[in-house]
């Protein structure tokens, strides 16, 4: 499991993510872990985390809302029901994220 995970960090890095866009700063990697489940839509998470409280912290790859960098201000995944929607952490890193499914 940890070498798939890390073959799947490598791919990673070069793959954009089509819903997780910070204006005016860089666009993250999809998350391999999803609230929804493996199949399911893969929600805005954290950009910042030091640590992983879960498992393996992907090269470039945003994180989950449990992130010790966001305790304040935790970014909540895209649900089912909505394409777009419009995320604001300003306790936790002062961005707008624009969210597209």
């Keep these: 499991l940890w070498t798939l995970l890390n073959m799947i960090g490598n791919l990673s890095s070069g ?3 089509p819903h ?9 990697p999809l998350s ?4 929804f489940g493996p199949t399911g839509p893969r929600g805005p998470m954290s ?4 640590t992983d409280p879960v498992g393996p912290l992907l090269p470039g790859c945003p994180w989950s809302p449990r992130s010790p960098v966001c ?5 909540f995944p ?7 929607t419009v ?3 300003p ?5 707008l994220l624009n969210t597209r499914s």
């Design 15 to 17: 793959m954009i993510c």
């Design 91 to 95: 306790l936790c890193h002062g961005v």
């Design 71 to 75: 305790p304040a201000g935790p970014v």
């Design 47 to 50: 950009p910042l985390p030091p």
């Design 78 to 84: 895209l649900t089912p029901e909505k394409k777009e």
């Design 32 to 35: 391999p872990f999803s609230p």
């Design 20 to 28: 997780l866009q910070i204006p005016g700063g860089p666009v993250f």
């Design 87 to 89: 995320l604001t952490t």
